[in-house]
Protein backbone atom coordinates (compact mmCIF):
# COMPACT_ATOMS: atom_id res chain seq x y z
CA UNK A 1 0.00 0.00 0.00
CA UNK A 2 2.80 2.42 0.56
CA UNK A 3 4.52 1.35 -2.15
CA UNK A 4 1.37 2.45 -4.10
CA UNK A 5 1.02 6.04 -2.46
CA UNK A 6 4.66 6.32 -3.17
CA UNK A 7 3.84 5.85 -7.06
CA UNK A 8 1.23 8.12 -6.51
CA UNK A 9 2.99 10.98 -5.01
CA UNK A 10 5.88 10.77 -7.74
CA UNK A 11 3.43 10.96 -10.87
CA UNK A 12 1.41 13.85 -8.92
CA UNK A 13 5.01 15.59 -8.30
CA UNK A 14 5.48 14.96 -12.67
CA UNK A 15 2.34 15.81 -13.47
CA UNK A 16 3.07 19.32 -11.52
CA UNK A 17 6.47 19.58 -12.76
CA UNK A 18 5.65 19.76 -16.68
CA UNK A 19 2.45 22.20 -16.11
CA UNK A 20 5.00 24.50 -14.39
CA UNK A 21 7.51 24.15 -17.36
CA UNK A 22 4.31 24.39 -19.74
CA UNK A 23 3.88 27.65 -17.88
CA UNK A 24 7.26 28.71 -18.07
CA UNK A 25 7.32 28.54 -22.03
CA UNK A 26 3.91 30.13 -22.14
CA UNK A 27 4.88 33.40 -19.78
CA UNK A 28 8.28 33.45 -20.17
CA UNK A 29 9.38 31.69 -23.12
CA UNK A 30 8.37 34.84 -25.73
CA UNK A 31 11.32 36.81 -23.80
CA UNK A 32 13.66 35.20 -21.29
CA UNK A 33 14.07 31.99 -22.96
CA UNK A 34 15.31 33.23 -26.18
CA UNK A 35 17.73 35.68 -25.00
CA UNK A 36 18.95 32.88 -22.21
CA UNK A 37 19.66 30.65 -25.21
CA UNK A 38 21.66 33.45 -27.14
CA UNK A 39 23.64 34.21 -23.86
CA UNK A 40 24.85 30.54 -23.51
CA UNK A 41 25.20 29.75 -27.69
CA UNK A 42 27.17 32.47 -28.79
CA UNK A 43 25.99 31.36 -32.30
CA UNK A 44 22.32 31.51 -31.52
CA UNK A 45 20.05 34.72 -32.03
CA UNK A 46 17.36 35.45 -30.10
CA UNK A 47 15.19 36.23 -33.17
CA UNK A 48 14.88 35.57 -36.61
CA UNK A 49 17.11 37.39 -38.90
CA UNK A 50 15.63 40.99 -40.00
CA UNK A 51 16.07 39.61 -43.74
CA UNK A 52 13.60 37.04 -43.22
CA UNK A 53 10.67 39.21 -41.86
CA UNK A 54 7.40 39.49 -44.20
CA UNK A 55 7.69 42.29 -46.57
CA UNK A 56 4.99 44.91 -47.13
CA UNK A 57 2.52 43.90 -49.61
CA UNK A 58 -0.48 46.77 -50.88
CA UNK A 59 -0.42 48.77 -47.14
CA UNK A 60 -3.22 50.65 -48.42
CA UNK A 61 -5.83 47.76 -48.30
CA UNK A 62 -3.76 45.19 -45.86
CA UNK A 63 -3.27 46.17 -42.50
CA UNK A 64 -3.44 45.05 -38.50
CA UNK A 65 -6.37 47.10 -37.01
CA UNK A 66 -4.87 46.27 -33.35
CA UNK A 67 -1.30 47.71 -34.75
CA UNK A 68 -2.50 50.89 -36.11
CA UNK A 69 -4.02 51.17 -32.94
CA UNK A 70 -0.54 51.40 -31.02
CA UNK A 71 2.22 53.95 -29.76
CA UNK A 72 5.55 52.98 -28.85
CA UNK A 73 5.15 49.22 -30.21
CA UNK A 74 9.21 48.47 -30.30
CA UNK A 75 12.14 47.59 -28.35
CA UNK A 76 15.86 48.02 -29.24
CA UNK A 77 18.56 46.12 -27.77
CA UNK A 78 21.91 45.79 -28.84
CA UNK A 79 24.81 43.24 -28.16
CA UNK A 80 28.54 44.34 -29.15
CA UNK A 81 31.51 42.02 -29.62
CA UNK A 82 34.27 42.40 -27.74
CA UNK A 83 36.73 44.75 -30.22
CA UNK A 84 38.79 43.23 -32.36
CA UNK A 85 42.70 43.78 -32.33
CA UNK A 86 43.72 46.97 -33.89
CA UNK A 87 43.66 46.49 -37.83
CA UNK A 88 42.27 42.75 -37.44
CA UNK A 89 38.94 41.56 -37.69
CA UNK A 90 35.95 42.91 -37.13
CA UNK A 91 32.90 44.41 -34.85
CA UNK A 92 30.11 42.51 -34.50
CA UNK A 93 26.76 44.22 -32.89
CA UNK A 94 23.83 42.43 -32.94
CA UNK A 95 20.72 44.54 -33.51
CA UNK A 96 17.67 43.13 -31.53
CA UNK A 97 14.17 44.63 -32.77
CA UNK A 98 10.94 43.41 -30.80
CA UNK A 99 7.36 43.84 -31.20
CA UNK A 100 6.30 44.17 -27.68
CA UNK A 101 2.28 44.21 -28.48
CA UNK A 102 -0.38 41.74 -29.99
CA UNK A 103 -0.47 43.72 -32.82
CA UNK A 104 1.59 43.49 -36.26
CA UNK A 105 3.75 46.29 -36.46
CA UNK A 106 5.15 47.74 -40.12
CA UNK A 107 8.96 48.86 -39.92
CA UNK A 108 11.07 50.77 -42.22
CA UNK A 109 14.17 47.80 -42.73
CA UNK A 110 16.71 47.49 -45.15
CA UNK A 111 20.01 45.78 -44.68
CA UNK A 112 21.70 48.00 -47.10
CA UNK A 113 20.57 51.25 -45.53
CA UNK A 114 21.31 50.61 -41.99
CA UNK A 115 24.00 53.57 -41.09
CA UNK A 116 25.93 54.91 -38.53
CA UNK A 117 25.36 58.34 -37.28
CA UNK A 118 22.15 59.70 -37.63
CA UNK A 119 20.90 61.01 -40.54
CA UNK A 120 17.64 63.62 -39.47
CA UNK A 121 16.22 63.51 -42.87
CA UNK A 122 15.67 60.13 -43.09
CA UNK A 123 13.94 57.04 -42.06
CA UNK A 124 15.57 53.82 -40.88
CA UNK A 125 18.17 51.94 -38.49
CA UNK A 126 21.34 53.48 -37.03
CA UNK A 127 24.09 52.77 -35.14
CA UNK A 128 24.96 55.82 -32.71
CA UNK A 129 28.76 55.50 -30.82
CA UNK A 130 29.93 58.12 -28.15
CA UNK A 131 31.63 59.92 -28.33
CA UNK A 132 31.24 59.85 -32.18
CA UNK A 133 34.73 61.06 -33.46
CA UNK A 134 36.44 56.82 -33.19
CA UNK A 135 33.88 55.52 -35.84
CA UNK A 136 33.64 56.64 -39.31
CA UNK A 137 29.95 57.47 -40.27
CA UNK A 138 29.01 55.29 -43.32
CA UNK A 139 25.70 54.41 -45.12
CA UNK A 140 23.03 56.35 -47.48
CA UNK A 141 19.90 55.85 -47.02
CA UNK A 142 16.87 56.43 -49.75
CA UNK A 143 13.55 56.40 -47.68
CA UNK A 144 13.19 60.36 -47.65
CA UNK A 145 9.69 62.40 -48.00
CA UNK A 146 6.39 60.74 -47.82
CA UNK A 147 6.62 57.49 -50.02
CA UNK A 148 8.54 54.79 -48.41
CA UNK A 149 8.76 52.23 -51.01
CA UNK A 150 7.04 48.69 -49.43
CA UNK A 151 10.68 47.25 -50.55
CA UNK A 152 11.58 49.29 -47.43
CA UNK A 153 8.91 48.10 -45.14
CA UNK A 154 8.65 45.03 -43.57
CA UNK A 155 6.78 43.44 -40.97
CA UNK A 156 6.66 42.27 -37.44
CA UNK A 157 4.38 39.82 -35.80
CA UNK A 158 2.90 40.03 -32.11
CA UNK A 159 5.63 39.81 -29.95
CA UNK A 160 7.91 38.75 -32.58
CA UNK A 161 11.58 39.96 -32.25
CA UNK A 162 14.06 39.88 -35.20
CA UNK A 163 18.15 40.51 -35.29
CA UNK A 164 20.31 42.25 -37.36
CA UNK A 165 24.14 41.49 -37.38
CA UNK A 166 25.75 44.15 -38.52
CA UNK A 167 29.74 43.71 -39.15
CA UNK A 168 32.47 46.85 -39.10
CA UNK A 169 36.00 46.11 -39.96
CA UNK A 170 38.44 47.06 -37.68
CA UNK A 171 39.82 49.14 -40.42
CA UNK A 172 37.15 51.69 -39.49
CA UNK A 173 37.50 51.80 -35.75
CA UNK A 174 40.19 54.68 -35.03
CA UNK A 175 42.78 53.60 -32.84
CA UNK A 176 41.35 56.31 -30.23
CA UNK A 177 38.33 53.53 -29.46
CA UNK A 178 40.88 51.44 -27.63
CA UNK A 179 42.44 54.39 -25.66
CA UNK A 180 38.74 55.66 -24.32
CA UNK A 181 35.53 54.55 -23.06
CA UNK A 182 32.99 54.06 -26.16
CA UNK A 183 29.65 52.99 -26.32
CA UNK A 184 27.44 52.21 -28.94
CA UNK A 185 23.39 52.20 -29.20
CA UNK A 186 21.13 51.71 -32.12
CA UNK A 187 18.22 53.82 -32.93
CA UNK A 188 15.03 53.77 -35.33
CA UNK A 189 13.61 57.50 -36.99
CA UNK A 190 10.37 57.32 -38.43
CA UNK A 191 9.46 60.93 -40.13
CA UNK A 192 6.26 59.70 -41.64
CA UNK A 193 3.36 57.64 -41.45
CA UNK A 194 4.05 56.71 -45.32
CA UNK A 195 1.52 57.25 -48.19
CA UNK A 196 -1.13 54.63 -50.00
CA UNK A 197 -2.65 55.43 -53.33
CA UNK A 198 -5.93 57.74 -53.64
CA UNK A 199 -9.36 55.75 -52.13
CA UNK A 200 -7.02 53.11 -50.03
CA UNK A 201 -9.01 51.74 -47.31
CA UNK A 202 -5.88 52.99 -44.92
CA UNK A 203 -4.92 56.75 -45.30
CA UNK A 204 -1.35 55.83 -44.88
CA UNK A 205 0.96 53.06 -44.18
CA UNK A 206 0.76 53.29 -40.33
CA UNK A 207 4.63 53.95 -39.79
CA UNK A 208 4.19 56.39 -37.56
CA UNK A 209 4.15 54.23 -34.31
CA UNK A 210 7.27 55.53 -31.79
CA UNK A 211 6.29 59.35 -29.97
CA UNK A 212 8.19 62.01 -31.64
CA UNK A 213 9.78 59.89 -34.66
CA UNK A 214 12.93 58.64 -32.83
CA UNK A 215 13.65 55.70 -30.36
CA UNK A 216 16.89 54.79 -29.01
CA UNK A 217 18.28 51.73 -27.59
CA UNK A 218 19.88 52.05 -24.44
CA UNK A 219 24.22 52.68 -24.52
CA UNK A 220 26.08 49.44 -24.25
CA UNK A 221 29.84 49.86 -23.58
CA UNK A 222 32.46 48.38 -25.75
CA UNK A 223 35.04 46.41 -24.31
CA UNK A 224 38.36 45.03 -25.23
CA UNK A 225 39.19 41.43 -26.50
CA UNK A 226 41.49 39.27 -24.53
CA UNK A 227 43.67 38.36 -27.62
Not at 29 to 44: D, E
Not at 54 to 76: F, K, M, V
Not at 148 to 155: K, N, P, Q, S, W
Request: charged share 15%; aromatic share 6%; glycine share 10%.
Amino acid sequence: MSQLFRRGEENSNRVVGIILVIALLVFAGPSIIPSLLARTLPFADEGVPCTRLRQADNRGQHQSYIGRSTINPLALRVIPSPLPPPGEGELLIRMVIENTTIGTIPIVFDERQIIIGDDPNSSGFGIIFRPANGMRTTGVRRTQGNNILEAFVRLLGPRQRCVHRLFIPAASIDPIVYTQQTSVSMYYRILTPGATPPGSLFPDQGLARISGGFLESAPVELTRSNG
